[in-house]
Structure formats: C-alpha cells, structure tokens
C-alpha cells in the first residue's frame, strides 16, 4: 500500500473496494484516472486524464471513449477503447477498473491507459519516410507527413480536416470512397491507380494509392494509412530530385559530399533510369564551344553489362566530331536505331574515333539528350546505348526530356569545369605552404596527370649553367613510361630545347608522324603517341618545362590545353608567392636594420629579430586581438617628439627618436616610414641603431685614413730610407779636420729632407685639419704669392720639381692673410695633383695671374697627364660608404679645409670637374683655380 494511503487504511474494504475518501485523494493525484458512476457517467476526473480530455467530466465513457458501462464494470481486465484527440484523430485507449465504490451505489474508479504516445512514435517515423503518408478517418485526412504536404498541399492551405478525394479528379472520387469503406471494414485493397488534380494550366500526375487499415494495438480498426506514390516517370523524376537534394542519398549519409560526388549522383540516376528503359551503358560528356569535339567523362553501365573501363570505350582525350554534328544535335531527333546505316547517311561520321569505338564495343543503338549550356550552346549530353538494333526510337527520346534530366546534368557539367578550377587552386595552394618543395612537385604532376588522365607528365628543371634539362620530378602510368630519375636532355637539341627558345605550348600530335611537326622529339626508349610541352616561368624567365605524353594520339587539343594553361598561370603565381615569401623572410632576418611591419592605424603586425632587440621584445608576431600592440606605446617619454612621428604627426623619414623597450632600455634610433599600396593598409618603418651606426662608420673613416696615408707616404718614405743608408759611405769620404762637406753629402741630404718634407705633407693635413677648420686665419700680414710658391716647389723633391712648369711673374704678387694657412692649402692641392700625375713624364702646372683688384692662381695637370679614375669602391650606398670616401677625401686633399681657409682670406676656389660622381673611388678633380683679393705694390701706386 502506499505511503500516501497509509493513514485511510482502515477505509479499504478489501482489494476490489475502496471507500470514497481514498477514491477521492487518488482522483487528486497525476494519475490519469476517472470516477464512473452506475451508469458508465463519468463523475470525477483525475489531473492526468483532465490533460488529455478536460470535457471528460458528465460524458459517458461510452460517448467518450466508445467503451459501454456494462463490459467495463463485468471485467477488472483492460477494456480497449478509443478517443478523438484535439486534431479530429483517433487514438487508441485502454480502461481498467481499480475499485469500486461502495458509498457511491456501484460506481468505480478507473485507470486509463493512453496511446497517445505510441501514436506521436510513429507518426515521427512517418516524418522521416521518404514516401508519401496520410492517416485518413471516416474519408478525412486527420495527419500528412512532409512529402505528402510537398505533393498535396502548402503551407497557407494545411491538408487535416481536408477530404482525401478532393485531391483527385472528380471521376475518381467514386472510387477512392468505396476503397476507404472496404479498408475501414477491415479488407485488403489491391493498390489503386488513379489521377491528381493538378493546377490549373498543369496536366495531371498519376499516382498509385496504397490503402490499409490503420489498426490500433487491440485490433480495432482506426481508420486507414494511404500511401501515395508517384507513378513511372514521376516516380523516377521524384527520386532523381532527392538524389540532388537529399545528403541521405549519398554514400554514408554524408551531408557535405566530397569532391567528385556529382559521378556518384550521375550513378546513382543511372541505376533510377534502368527503371524506365533498358541499356548497356550510358554515357555523360561535354563538348567544345564549336561542338567539333568531344570527351566522355562520366560512364555507368546498365542493366544487362558492367561499364567498361572508360579508356577501353573512349580514350582520355578530346574526339573530333564532324561539322554535320551540331545541326543533327539541334535538330531534336537525337536518336540513332542502327549507327552502321546512320554513319553511312551521316557526312563525315564515317570512319572517325566516335564511330570506330561504338562498332568495337557492339553499340549499334542509342538515344541522346542534348544539354544547353549558359551561352545558349550545346555543351553537354547524356547518351544512353544498346547492343540491340532499333532499340531507341522517338519515344525513349520524349521519356528522358519528360524527365526533365536537363537542369540536373547542366548542374554536373558546372561542378565538372569547377573541378579544373579547384584542382589549379589546391596545386597554388600547395607551393605557397609547402614544406618540401620537392615532395610538392611530385604532388603537382601527380595531381596534373590524374585529374587530366595523362599517361605521363614530367617537370624538367631548366638548368643554364650546366646546359642541360634536368628531371625534377615524373608520375607515369605505367612502368615502361618511367625515366631514370637522373634522366638529363641537353639544351642544345629536342622538344624541350625548342619549347625554351619560343618560350610557348608546342605540342607534337602524332609522334613520328609525316604529317605534323616533331619539334625534334625525344623518345627516350619509350611508346607514345603524342607530347605537349609548357613552359613553366618565374620572374617572367622559364625555370622549368612541364612535359606531357599520352599513348594515344592527338591527345593535347581543345579545353584542355586552355585548362592546363590556367593550371599552369595558378602555379607560376604560387611560384611566385613562394618566392616573395622567402625573400620577405631572408631580408627580414639578415637585414642589419630592424624592420617592424604595421597597419595604417600603427598596430604592429610583424617584426624582425632585429626589430625586437631594439623595442626589447622576444615576441616579433603580437597578437592582433583583443590587445593590439601599436608602435606608438615603444616611444620614450623623455622625447616628446618621438610619439609624434610614430603617430604620424610629423614627418617621417630619416627622424631621430628614441624608443624605450619593453626591457626598460632607451635606444636612440634613425626612423624612417614608408607605406606600402593603399589596398594592403600596410606600412612598414625601418629603424637604424645611432650608436651601431656611428660605430661603424668611425671605424671605417679610420680604415680608410690609415690605408690611404699609407699609399701616399709609401715611396717618398722608402726613397728616404734609401738615401739615408747611402749618408754614412758618403761621410767617409770627408776629409779630416775640413769643415767642408762633400757636396755629394750635401746633395744627398737636401734630398733626404724633400722626401721626409713630401711625406709630411699627408701628416700635416691629417694633424693640422681640426685646428685650421676651428681658426681658418690666425693673422693677417703681408704675403708674396710669388715667393710663396717658389719656396713650395722648391721643397719637393728634384724629381717632382722637375715636373712642376712654372708661370708665375716675375715680380712680387702680394696678398694679405696667413702665410702658413695659405701655404698648407697650396701645398695639399700640389700633393694631391702630383698623385694624380704618377709617372715622369707628366706635368703640373703652377700658373700666377693677377690684376689691380684681384688674384688668380690656377694649379692643375695638363691634358696629357690625364689617367683612368680607380674603381668604384665595393658596398651599397649608404652610411658606410659615404665615411669612406670623406676619410679618403680628408686623407687626399681635405677639400673642404682648404676652402675654408680660401673663403677665411676673402677668396674663392673652383674645380673641374665640378663633381664627385658617386662610382668614382677617389676625388676626381685635375685643376683648381683660387682668387684672392690683391694687394697693390709699391710700384703700383706711381
């Protein structure tokens, strides 16, 4: 007994009675139970059964639930009963008598089993069929699944409550009528084969109606099932539809078909097609935009053959087709009943591949649907064939248009050219993310060959500096067609050869053939009928050659040669990418400046190794997320200016900052921006290190200054060591006691002095360059230009005295100013002009002009002394360089000193040429013309 109950156990009489009270307590439970009186009257209802029926209270459970009083109370066993649910449907009840009711003069309290439930379970696997299926009581439609709303109704016009014969033609309704009265009796019904009433302006659809009674667990009868379905060609049309629409019918109910599943429809609507007609095989093709060839791509065989294997029926390649094939495909009698009569009629079909493989195979027969393609051409077909004479006539021809087949084979010749278009994208995509090149390019004539069914392709490496093709990587179709991995052809002679030096397709269509070129073909010990060669280019240079074979002849001609073209411009251009990649990732990590990558709103997107030292950060790729980094968090604070050019408020090239790293440490940088083409939204900035770079560029100046002080005091110092090991043996022909040097002593020693004094002339400019740039003129004085310069050619050595030509008048020339500013100036312009006129033969000249007003000393070579300019000196352009040549500009002549000390002294001074070009190693100037304000003379003023 239950708990609940435990207290009113006194109240139960004995197991079939039970007092009020507890009838009552159990009626307020969730059971689904009911209080009937004597009288079958229900008097009471618990809450279960008030869910399912809330009128059931003072009806009759007669009325109710079809059940009489009598058979109820005679029985404590379930009586089976039924009730119409909310939608007008029968549904199947059992009542069972719990106890009677003393008190209540007889009456009792009963269970009430519902099989509600049962009928929700099936009517959810009805949902799911792929039929059509109504449950239909007293001739109305009380329930329709989903294909029978698809097929009958709509959703602004539900089918319930709706007679099922009003979906009929009238003349049926008879009929229909007397086979739901015998179903509903009980009786088996043979199917019934009637018409629906299409719309208006529609013909009529046969269907099959399959009726049987829709029989509850105890045997009674609830009405009856139909099953409506689509009779012949609608039937096959209806099933070729859910082929298209439905991933259930796809193998292993895949929901997202792979790729090529458009052949595993096509079977599939094949396999439906036998239904309708009987054939051997059935073909699906495309062909040419001029319809003067043809490809089978797509073969299924019928009912009475397996589909041979495609290459045994047609060979994988593009067939001719003659001019009279369009027209008769146009024309709307596309049916052949014996092709050996129709190719003897027929101008042109007679011999060609098409026929020949038809007889060889025994078709004598076939029908063929033509498919327009979206230029209004025939682009496809679908071409169904027999063994049997006249098998196909004009009524096959009018099954398969009725079928309305078209819209779904135009649909496979779409996902057919798409595949072309798929295929050169993943062979893209497979260069730019490669790995492994090498494994890579073997995908790639893997992948050519198969998706184009090619015998043979092989990918040849261009290689220039040995002269030879060398074999990358091959796929072959069979193991004769294979080369030796170490294959080579020379570039001198064979199709390769040839496809390089016209940098085009050749393509050779019979091998051996008289009646095509050859392009000097190469065999290599192998069978084949045809070759097709494609240069393969990268930075607009052939790298590679793409080379194609096939045993069939003429196998390299229509689409397929504009789809491998396509192919090949997708593969260049992932060449292409790979290549840029490589080199942006070389020059990001060798270059010496650091290179930070960021959008045009300054978050950084990418840096270098260099980059990161610099902003001291290990993180060179920050995330772009929820916390962008932008670049303008890294300036220092200490520089105000510094946030305003990494924001972009100022200029941005060549701009001193300094930025604070991520490891506290301020770096004082050379900033420079520069924005990549609006549509990336990119810009990059390069940052120079100011300490490293100043570092370098000291210790280059000092290179240079120590190597080129050492070429120009060289000889004069060697000639001077020279001389001073000749001074003793001379001194030891002295007289002893004599106060008189021999003059050969004395010659040599004055000698000695001029070289050392030559020498000096570098050291002078090199130790006197700081103080003369600080005080160019320390006084002023009167100066004889004259005997300036006499004394200064003077202090050479005789060998470069004697190279010296003089013109200078003989009286006094006086200037003001410095005497020994001006002196280190004319004796650094003569020092450098007597290294640019190395050899004996060669002269300066020294020439002294003047008027009442001015000066003017030119000192230069004459023309013929004139030699080559040095080379040009090794490295880029930059910071580097430019020290160099300033330290062998300083260590030559010190132009620039010097002009400070003409320009000190109110003068000016010119040279030729007027420029320093930037592929000359050393200062190039041969003449120099100085002007000085003149002084007058004495004999001037009478």
Request: proline share 5%.
């Amino acid at each position: 007994m239950s708990s609940s109950l435990a207290p009113f156990a006194g109240e139960m009489l004995d197991s079939s009675m039970c007092s009020e009270l507890i009838a009552r307590k159990i009626l307020e439970s969730d059971m689904a139970c009911a209080m009937v009186d004597a009288l079958g009257v229900i008097v009471g209802a618990g809450h279960g059964l008030c869910a399912i029926l809330p009128e059931a209270v003072g009806q009759t459970v007669d009325g109710l639930f079809q059940i009489e009083a009598t058979q109820l109370f005679a029985t404590r066993a379930p009586v089976y009963g039924m009730y119409v649910n909310a939608t007008g449907e029968l549904v199947p009840v059992a009542l069972q008598v719990l106890f009677y009711i003393p008190e209540m003069g007889g009456a009792a309290l009963v269970a009430l089993t519902d099989g509600a439930a049962f009928r929700a379970a099936e009517t959810r696997r009805f949902e799911q069929a792929p039929y059509t299926v109504l449950r239909v009581a007293g001739g109305v439609i009380r329930f329709a699944n989903h294909e029978a709303l698809r097929m009958l109704g709509s959703a602004q016009q539900p089918l319930s409550g709706r007679p099922l014969v009003a979906f009929f033609e009238a003349n049926e309704h008879a009929v229909i009528g007397e086979y739901l009265a015998l179903c509903e009796q009980g009786q088996r019904t043979a199917p019934l084969d009637v018409c629906l009433d299409g719309p208006d302006n529609l013909p009529s659809r046969h269907v099959r109606l399959h009726l049987m009674p829709d029989i509850a667990p105890s045997g009674q009868i609830l009405g009856v099932l139909v099953v409506i379905q689509l009779a012949a060609v609608e039937h096959v049309r209806d099933e070729i539809r859910k082929i298209m629409i439905r991933p259930t019918s796809m193998p292993d109910g895949a929901v997202n078909p792979p790729q090529g599943s458009w052949r595993v429809c096509f079977g599939l609507i094949v396999k439906k097609l036998q239904q309708l007609i009987e054939f051997d095989h059935a073909i699906f093709g495309i062909y040419s935009d001029d319809v003067r060839l043809f490809r089978a791509v797509a073969i299924e065989g019928g009912s009475s053959s397996a589909a041979p294997p495609v290459d045994q029926l047609w060979p994988s390649r593009w067939m001719d087709l003659p001019e009279s094939m369009a027209p008769w495909l146009a024309a709307g009698e596309t049916f052949i009943p014996d092709i050996r009569i129709f190719a003897e009629h027929e101008d042109g079909l007679r011999g060609t591949d098409i026929t020949r493989q038809y007889l060889d195979y025994g078709i004598v027969s076939s029908v063929t649907l033509p498919m327009k393609g979206y230029k209004g051409a025939i682009s496809s077909s679908l071409t169904l064939c027999s063994r049997q004479a006249g098998r196909y006539g004009a009524a096959e021809l009018a099954l398969l248009q009725e079928l309305d087949l078209e819209p779904v084979l135009l649909r496979f010749e779409e996902r057919l050219r798409r595949e072309h278009d798929t295929v050169a994208g993943q062979l893209r995509n497979k260069l730019a993310t490669s790995q492994n090149l090498a494994n890579t390019a073997l995908e790639i004539v893997t992948d050519i060959a198969r998706h184009f069914r090619w015998d043979y392709v092989g990918l040849f490496r261009v290689n220039r500096h040995t002269q030879q093709f060398q074999l990358v990587q091959q796929y072959a179709a069979t193991e004769p067609l294979r080369l030796p991995p170490s294959y080579e052809q020379s570039m001198a002679a064979g199709m390769l050869a040839r496809t390089l030096r016209a940098e085009k397709v050749l393509v050779v269509d019979e091998i051996d053939s008289p009646d095509c070129e050859q392009y000097e073909y190469i065999a290599a010990g192998r069978s084949l009928r045809s070759a097709m060669c494609i240069p393969l280019r990268l930075n607009r240079r052939a790298r590679w050659v793409i080379n194609v074979e096939s045993t069939s002849a003429r196998a390299f001609r229509g689409p397929d040669r504009d789809e491998i073209m396509k192919m090949v411009a997708l593969i260049e251009e992932g060449l292409t990418q790979r290549l840029l990649a490589e080199m942006k990732d070389a020059l990001l990590h060798t270059s010496e400046q650091g290179v930070v990558v960021v959008g045009l709103d300054g978050v950084i997107l990418e840096m270098n190794e260099v980059a990161g030292k610099l902003l001291g950060t290990s993180v060179l790729t920050p995330a772009d997320g929820d916390a962008p980094v932008l670049i303008s968090r890294y300036a220092s604070g200490n520089h105000p200016e510094t946030a305003d050019i990494l924001e972009g408020r100022t200029t941005q090239a060549g701009r001193r900052i300094e930025l604070q790293g991520d490891d506290g440490v301020v770096r004082a940088v050379l900033a420079t921006r520069r924005e990549l083409e609006s549509t990336f939204d990119t810009a990059i900035w390069l940052f120079t290190d100011i300490e490293k770079l100043d570092w370098s560029r000291d210790l280059r100046f000092l290179r240079t200054v120590v190597s080129d002080v050492a070429q120009q005091t060289r000889a004069p110092l060697t000639l001077a060591s020279t001389l001073a090991r000749q001074l003793p043996r001379l001194a030891g022909h002295a007289q002893p006691g004599s106060d008189q040097a021999p003059s050969a002593l004395v010659s040599m020693t004055e000698r000695l002095i001029a070289e050392i004094g030559k020498a000096d002339i570098t050291f002078e400019r090199l130790a006197e360059g700081l103080s003369i740039r600080e005080v160019p003129k320390r006084f002023e004085e009167r100066i004889d230009l004259v005997k300036c310069l006499a004394q200064l050619v003077k202090s050479l050595p005789e060998r470069d005295q004697s190279r010296v030509e003089n013109n200078w008048p003989a009286r006094p020339v006086s200037v003001s100013g410095d005497a020994g500013r001006l002196s280190y100036a004319f004796r650094s312009i003569i020092g450098f002009l007597l290294r640019r006129a190395s050899g004996d033969e060669r002269h300066l000249v020294v020439w002294l002009d003047d008027d009442p007003q001015q000066v003017t000393l030119r000192l230069g070579l004459s023309e013929r002394t004139m030699e080559a300019d040095a080379t040009d000196p090794p490295g880029p352009r930059d910071a580097l360089w430019q020290a160099s040549r300033t330290a062998m500009s300083d260590a030559s002549l010190s132009l620039d000193v010097i002009t400070e000390v003409i320009a000190a002294h109110g003068g000016q001074i010119t040279r030729q040429p007027a420029c320093w070009a930037d592929q000359q190693a050393s200062p190039p100037w041969r003449m120099f013309d100085i002007t000085l304000p003149r002084l007058p003379e004495a004999g001037d003023l009478k």
